[in-house]
C-alpha cells in the first residue's frame, strides 16, 4: 500500500437526525435518518510525545481521558493497530458543533472524523468497510448495542432508510423539505430509554409489540411520503410517530413542551428524535420563514438552542438562548 505521511490529516464528519422509527431499528425494524449539517473537524499533527487530545469537552493524555471518553480512545488505538502505527506522538484535534448527548450522533460523529484523519495523516486509503469496523467500537462502548444506523448517516450526504443488518437504501425527496431541531438542554438517556422499552414489552409484549409493528407501518409510509415530496402526509407521520413514542416511555416533559410549541407556531409535524428522555426535538415546516420563526418560538419556550436549514439551500440557522 502506497504510504505518504502529511504534515497534517484531516476527517469531517457531520451530525444526524432520526426522522422516523427510533427504538423500533432496535427490534430489527426500519428507520429513516438524515444528514444534519452541524459539523465535525479532526486534525492529526505530528507531537514529541504520546498521544495529546485537545477539544471543548477535553485536552489532556489519551492515558487520562475521562472514562465517558473512553470509546474514542479505544478507536484511535485500534486504527493506529491497523495502520501499524506506534502509538505515540500524536496530536489530534477535533472541532465539533454537536452537542454532546442530545441524540445526534456526536459519538459516531466523532469517531469517524478521527478515523478520517488519521488515515489521511498516513497517506492511507481508508474503506469503508474499516470506517464502521472502526467507528462501531466506539459505538458500542457509548451504547452497549448499536444498531449502526448513527455510523451510516454521519458518513452519507444523503438520508437513509436503516435496517439492522440489511444494505443501506439512500433515499432522497421530490421536493426540498425544512427541518427545525430544538434543543431541550436536558442530556437524553438513550441506554435508560431502551430499558424502558423492554421493561415494558416483558410486562405487557402484545401492547408492545402492536406498538412497534404501528411504528414500521408509519416507517413505510413515511419513506413513500418523502421520496413523493409530500411534506403534509409526512408531517402528520411525525406527530403519529410521537404518539407511540409517548405510549412507549421515551418522551418527557422538556420534549413535550418544545413539542406543542412547534405544532402550536405552524409546524407540520413534530416529534422527538433520537433516544429521548432528554435531548432534541425535530419540526417539519413549510418554509424557510416558518422555520425561523418555529426555531426563535423553541427558543421563547425554554429550548437552549434551535437550528433550522432547507436542503435547497443546505444553509444551517442557528438561534440561542440569549443570557440574562
Not at 493497530?81 to 505515540?88: A, D, G, S, V, Y
Not at 458518513?155 to 425527496?173: L, R
Not at 416558518?290 to 437550528?307: C, F, H, M, P, R
Request: charged share 25%; proline share 3%; aromatic share 8%.
Amino acid at each position: 500500500m502506497n504510504e505518504k505521511l502529511k504534515d497534517i490529516g484531516e476527517g469531517y464528519s457531520h451530525s444526524k437526525l432520526i426522522l422516523t422509527g427510533e427504538h423500533g431499528v432496535v427490534y430489527g425494524k426500519p428507520a429513516i435518518a438524515i444528514p444534519f449539517p452541524l459539523k465535525v473537524k479532526c486534525t492529526t499533527k505530528n507531537y514529541d510525545g504520546g498521544i495529546w487530545f485537545e477539544s471543548s469537552i477535553y485536552t489532556g493524555s489519551i492515558d487520562d481521558m475521562p472514562v465517558k471518553l473512553r470509546g474514542l480512545s479505544l478507536v484511535l488505538e485500534e486504527a493506529l493497530t491497523i495502520l501499524n502505527k506506534p502509538h505515540e506522538g500524536l496530536l489530534i484535534n477535533i472541532y465539533s458543533e454537536i452537542p454532546i448527548g442530545r441524540g445526534l450522533g456526536s459519538s459516531a460523529s466523532i469517531a469517524t472524523a478521527i478515523v478520517r484523519s488519521l488515515f489521511s495523516f498516513y497517506g492511507q486509503n481508508l474503506t469503508k468497510e474499516q470506517l464502521f469496523y472502526l467507528v462501531n467500537i466506539g459505538e458500542r462502548y457509548a451504547h452497549g448495542n448499536p444498531s449502526g444506523i448513527d455510523m451510516e448517516v454521519v458518513s452519507s450526504e444523503e438520508a437513509i432508510y436503516f435496517k439492522k443488518d440489511k444494505k443501506v437504501q439512500y433515499i432522497k425527496s421530490a421536493k426540498p423539505f425544512y427541518i427545525v431541531v430544538g434543543d431541550s438542554g436536558k442530556i437524553g438517556d438513550t441506554r435508560k430509554a431502551v430499558e424502558n422499552v423492554h421493561h415494558r414489552s416483558l410486562l405487557n409484549p402484545h401492547k408492545m409489540k402492536s406498538y412497534i409493528d404501528e411504528m414500521e407501518k408509519l416507517v413505510e409510509k413515511s419513506k413513500d411520503a418523502f421520496l413523493a415530496g409530500n411534506m403534509d402526509l409526512l408531517g402528520d407521520l411525525l406527530n403519529s410517530n410521537q404518539e407511540i413514542l409517548g405510549n412507549i416511555g421515551v418522551s418527557d416533559e422538556s420534549l413535550d413542551i418544545l413539542i406543542k410549541t412547534a405544532r402550536k407556531n405552524g409546524a407540520l409535524g413534530a416529534k422527538l428524535t433520537g433516544g429521548g428522555l432528554g435531548g432534541c426535538i425535530i419540526a417539519l415546516s413549510n418554509s424557510l420563514e416558518d422555520a425561523k420563526l418555529i426555531s426563535q418560538e423553541l427558543i421563547n419556550s425554554g429550548a437552549v438552542k434551535s437550528w433550522c436549514f432547507s436542503t435547497k439551500e443546505n444553509k444551517l440557522y442557528t438561534f440561542e438562548k440569549m443570557e440574562d
